[in-house]
């Protein structure tokens, strides 16, 4: 039996004297020990916050997000381990595929959000907003990495997965984490944990973990830290209501098991490709990790002629999935995670058959290569109702295991009411191939879920499936499903950010933000920029350009070339009635010429222009008016080399300012440049491996 020690303060401490035994969830024989009594959570607290947190607030984003690729790619490569410790869970190799390699691909996810986030400690979030008649004040938002900690409480039924999908934000955010698994399956998450201390990629304190009861973990936060919890809403509201979390007003996201549903549309009839995707996707969310997952399908809403057919057709699907050892190779469904589980479920299975009763049962199918009596086996069971909508416990009372309950509909409003009677749910799908029948379900169940997934033949081939939360996505629901959210791509930043207005001169602005803002200084540059390697490229610097007079030649030509023959170029004869005055200049020509005018011919620094972030044609441009462009470094964002052989490049935007005669703008653009490093030499390596 392996005891567990704790990673704390950048040691292993043993662990404590009465370490309690985790047993294999199929052959009842521990598998390791976990006492965290002799933990000193104090200092873990001041670890993180005095060592770690500092550590990553000096990161910038392109930093950190370096950092998540290449912990993911160590991690990867020594993934066999870590399904080999998710076997004693009872998950089988495709159960355990989602905890490791989708908990893995969550960090790459993440890391890959650095293309879209500033060179910076921190973030701009937003656009200015201009605060007075002269423009010398103007305001702003910054979001800095609070000075905090993250602690996150998770669940036993993902430990790597719900582990990686809460770090990977926080310390993307830059603000450290204490890890505290659920005792019962903790041996998975401190297997990882061991490889990532060892693999000396994230810095000293970035990361602790707690194997074993902490009871007075939240005994130690404060309003710098954020805590999150994944488990039952019982448990996540006794949590909530800690009186230092309400004392301190210290974030909390609860993300708690619930009622989730799936809904055969009405046009979904047996013998449609959606008919079978519904059986397909009710019989996955039954034996996936044998339905111990927060998303997993509790009630499936039917109309009541399929009802029978339905049943047939699951039954049909799951007399093909052989259960047992999930080592053993033609097994598809493994075990509950331990025999308190077990009785969990009936517990919860006989409080439904209060009012329910069993449409589709198995009493003790053959097991292969496993044992009734010693493992944590839970046989698939389908619920009914005849009036679900006049039911209580079927919307209330969840088995977090392989059941589920078929209920009939009339009309595809009493499904929604029927989602609704969960009250608030992570997440439901419906399938369907009318698009109105989905338009009308999504906007109408959507007040009640975190996620929907609208499943028909067109996506099926390519969708991840009801019980798949996605890292670009929110993963959270309202009311019984906690309130909160999790990942969803850069949204989840803002847990771990402080929210802060600035108001100032521009130039102020500017200099904080690292952006150019509306109104800041435009120091005019000796040198054209096009002739500057990203190092000397300096935000607010500025080239004006020689000027042009606009013919109708210049217009006639461009049309010609374009093809854009649009009527208040070519024909002033049909402008009667028109904003404009006479034949006026495309808007492309006016961006095309301004290009011509901003660009420096000669080879140098500049390897590319790739494009456009925003454009605006703000005023008419007709002939005989003379324009000019201002070329201004609005932001700049270093690169990393993507292989040893290539150049060290950064991104530099550039504000296209075309004026008239007048000074007034009539069109503006940011392009995007990208421009060669004066210095080759970078710990930003091959592969984006951070030194």
């Known amino acids: 039996m392996r005891?567990?020690?704790?990673?704390?303060?950048?040691?292993?401490?043993?662990?404590?004297?009465?370490?309690?035994?985790?047993?294999?969830?199929?052959?009842?024989?521990?598998?390791?020990?976990?006492?965290?009594?002799n933990v000193d959570l104090a200092r873990a607290f001041d670890h993180a916050r005095g060592c770690g947190n500092p550590a990553l607030r000096r990161m910038t984003f392109q930093e950190r997000g370096l950092m998540l690729k290449a912990l993911a790619l160590h991690l990867m490569g020594k993934k066999e381990e870590f399904y080999t410790w998710s076997s004693h869970t009872g998950a089988t190799r495709s159960d355990?595929?989602?905890?490791?390699?989708?908990?893995?691909?969550?960090?790459?996810?993440?890391?890959?959000?650095?293309?879209?986030?500033?060179?910076?400690p921190y973030l701009i979030d937003g656009d200015p907003a201009l605060l007075s008649r002269e423009g010398t004040f103007i305001g702003?938002?910054?979001?800095?990495?609070?000075?905090?900690?993250?602690?996150?409480?998770?669940?036993?039924?993902?430990?790597?997965?719900?582990?990686?999908?809460?770090?990977?934000?926080?310390?993307?955010?830059?603000?450290?984490?204490i890890v505290k698994p659920a005792t019962l399956t903790s041996y998975v998450a401190h297997a990882m944990v061991k490889e990532i201390v060892a693999s000396g990629i994230l810095p000293e304190g970035a990361l602790q973990l707690v194997c074993g009861g902490a009871r007075d973990i939240l005994d130690h936060v404060g309003f710098e830290d954020v805590v999150t919890f994944t488990g039952s809403a019982e448990t996540?509201?006794?949590?909530?209501?800690?009186?230092?979390?309400?004392?301190?007003?210290?974030?909390?996201?609860?993300?708690?098991?619930?009622?989730?549903?799936?809904?055969?549309?009405?046009?979904?009839?047996?013998?449609?490709?959606?008919?079978?995707?519904?059986?397909?996707?009710?019989?996955?969310e039954m034996t996936i990790k044998c339905g111990q997952r927060c998303t997993a399908v509790r009630r499936a809403m039917v109309p009541a002629d399929c009802v029978e057919a339905v049943r047939d057709a699951l039954k049909g699907q799951l007399d093909r999935t052989p259960m047992g050892n999930p080592t053993h190779e033609k097994v598809r469904m493994g075990a509950l995670a331990g025999l308190d589980q077990r009785?969990?479920?009936?517990?919860?299975?006989?409080?439904?058959?209060?009012?329910?009763?069993?449409?589709?049962?198995?009493?003790?199918?053959?097991?292969?290569?496993?044992?009734?009596?010693?493992?944590?086996?839970?046989?698939?069971?389908?619920?009914?109702?005849?009036?679900?909508?006049?039911?209580?416990?079927?919307?209330?009372?969840?088995?977090?295991?392989?059941?589920?309950?078929?209920?009939?509909?009339?009309?595809?409003?009493?499904?929604?009411?029927?989602?609704?009677?969960?009250?608030?749910?992570?997440?439901?799908?419906?399938?369907?191939?009318?698009?109105?029948?989905?338009?009308?379900?999504?906007?109408?169940?959507?007040?009640?879920?975190?996620?929907?997934?609208?499943?028909?033949?067109?996506c099926a081939k390519e969708s991840t499936g009801h019980g798949s939360p996605m890292p670009q996505l929110v993963h959270g629901g309202p009311g019984r499903a906690g309130g909160g959210e999790e990942m969803g791509g850069l949204r989840g930043l803002g847990h771990y950010l402080q929210r802060t207005a600035i108001q100032g001169h521009p130039d102020m602005v500017t200099e904080i933000t690292q952006r150019h803002q509306p109104g800041a200084s435009r120091p005019e540059s000796a040198v054209h920029p096009f002739r500057l390697?990203?190092?000397?490229?300096?935000i607010g610097m500025t080239f004006t350009t020689h000027r042009h007079t606009v013919t109708e030649a210049d217009i006639v030509n461009f049309a010609n070339v374009s093809g854009d023959h649009f009527y208040a170029h070519v024909d002033e004869t049909s402008l009667e009635g028109t904003i404009f005055e006479g034949r006026v200049a495309h808007?492309?020509?006016?961006?095309?010429?301004?290009?011509?005018?901003?660009?420096?011919?000669?080879?140098?620094?500049?390897?590319?222009n790739y494009g456009l972030e925003s454009c605006r044609f703000t005023k008419p441009v007709y002939p005989g008016m003379t324009i000019g462009v201002k070329l201004t470094v609005e932001e700049k964002v270093q690169q990393e080399k993507r292989s040893a052989d290539d150049i060290l490049k950064g991104i530099v935007k550039f504000k296209v300012d075309v004026t008239d005669g007048s000074g007034e703008t009539v069109a503006i653009a940011t392009i995007l440049t990208m421009v060669a490093n004066k210095n080759q030499d970078s710990d930003l390596g091959a592969g984006g491996e951070a030194a």
């Open 236 to 284: 996540g509201l006794k949590l909530k209501s800690h009186p230092r979390v309400l004392s301190e007003n210290v974030p909390f996201n609860l993300e708690a098991d619930s009622l989730n549903s799936l809904v055969l549309g009405p046009d979904a009839k047996p013998g449609t490709p959606e008919f079978d995707l519904f059986i397909k996707e009710l019989r996955k």
């Open 587 to 608: 808007g492309y020509w006016v961006l095309s010429k301004a290009a011509g005018m901003f660009v420096a011919p000669h080879k140098g620094p500049v390897l590319l």
């Open 96 to 120: 355990a595929w989602i905890d490791v390699e989708g908990g893995i691909g969550t960090l790459f996810a993440f890391a890959s959000l650095r293309k879209q986030l500033p060179d910076l």
């Open 140 to 177: 702003h938002h910054i979001g800095v990495p609070k000075r905090g900690v993250a602690v996150h409480i998770n669940a036993y039924n993902f430990p790597i997965w719900g582990m990686l999908e809460k770090i990977s934000v926080n310390l993307l955010a830059g603000v450290p984490a």
């Open 3 to 37: 005891l567990l020690d704790n990673y704390i303060a950048g040691q292993w401490i043993p662990a404590g004297p009465s370490p309690t035994p985790l047993l294999d969830a199929v052959t009842g024989v521990p598998v390791a020990g976990a006492d965290a009594s």
């Open 533 to 538: 390697h990203f190092e000397d490229q300096q």
């Open 343 to 458: 009785m969990e479920v009936q517990r919860a299975v006989a409080e439904l058959e209060q009012e329910a009763e069993t449409l589709l049962s198995y009493e003790s199918p053959a097991l292969l290569d496993a044992d009734w009596g010693t493992g944590a086996f839970y046989a698939p069971r389908l619920l009914t109702h005849p009036r679900p909508l006049d039911a209580v416990k079927i919307h209330e009372v969840e088995p977090f295991g392989p059941v589920s309950s078929l209920l009939p509909y009339d009309r595809i409003e009493d499904a929604i009411a029927m989602t609704h009677m969960g009250k608030g749910s992570l997440c439901c799908s419906i399938v369907t191939a009318k698009s109105a029948i989905a338009r009308q379900f999504v906007v109408e169940a959507a007040t009640h879920h975190g996620r929907i997934l609208v499943l028909n033949a067109a």
